[in-house]
């Protein structure tokens, strides 16, 4: 990535290859140019949103996290979500994309329905990439990062708070998200590959799972390829 820096930094067409200067290579820039969108619905109440994002918050090191926390009501362990009361008795359905396959239903029949929204949230390093600088918090364990001697979060970073996709989309009982290639032209032109890649973690999907096990909540193929027996 280093060696490529300097080229990806002037290229005139964007790659997801990380940690450029360009404004698209920067997660606090995007979170910031995005975030107000997942609080309206457009730029008048007339217009709806065509950005489908999660809440997001900003913030630097250990002071700003534990102000986040605050926030978001992290640090309150009777706190199940910030989603206002009238969302609290919905039922959810833990989407599966091979729902339809009667072994698949077998495995994991069990853990596809949940009552509420949990309060978790997947905090991000803005300047890391591969899998590098992401945790998953929730008043179960936001003890471990509030503590300047066993929090991972440095006072001269920058870091994204982002909510917890609810429900989970589920492979085969396990947490995915798609990655689709897509190219846009400096003349409004959309380009999207036919093919898209699968992102799948490693473990089974169970509400009430540790938020610290990333092998239930990373779905990123650069934390999950260590496991042969599991990555494919």
Not at 33 to 58: I, K, Q, R, Y
Not at 191 to 207: C, Y
Request: with cysteine; aromatic share 8%.
């Amino acid at each position: 990535r280093s060696e490529t820096k300097s080229y990806r930094d002037h290229v005139k067409c964007y790659s997801h290859l990380p940690n450029g200067t360009s404004i698209l290579d920067d997660k606090w820039v995007l979170a910031r140019l995005f975030a107000s969108h997942a609080t309206t619905d457009g730029p008048d109440d007339n217009t709806p949103s065509s950005l489908a994002v999660l809440e997001t918050h900003c913030f630097r090191g250990l002071e700003g996290f534990r102000s986040i926390c605050n926030k978001l009501q992290l640090t309150t362990r009777t706190s199940s979500s910030n989603a206002p009361s009238s969302s609290m008795d919905e039922s959810y359905h833990f989407p599966d994309i091979l729902d339809k396959s009667s072994t698949t239903k077998k495995d994991h029949n069990l853990q596809t329905t949940s009552t509420k929204p949990p309060n978790m949230w997947v905090v991000k390093d803005a300047g890391s990439n591969g899998a590098g600088g992401i945790w998953v918090i929730s008043p179960e364990n936001v003890s471990n990062y509030l503590s300047v001697d066993t929090s991972p979060l440095l006072e001269d970073h920058r870091y994204v708070a982002q909510k917890y996709a609810w429900p989970p989309v589920l492979y085969g009982g396990k947490k995915c998200h798609v990655r689709v290639y897509g190219l846009l032209t400096s003349d409004g032109k959309a380009f999207v590959h036919k093919r898209a890649f699968l992102h799948v973690a490693n473990d089974l999907f169970h509400q009430g799972d540790n938020p610290s096990n990333d092998e239930v909540h990373i779905t990123n193929c650069c934390a999950n390829s260590h496991k042969k027996e599991k990555f494919a």
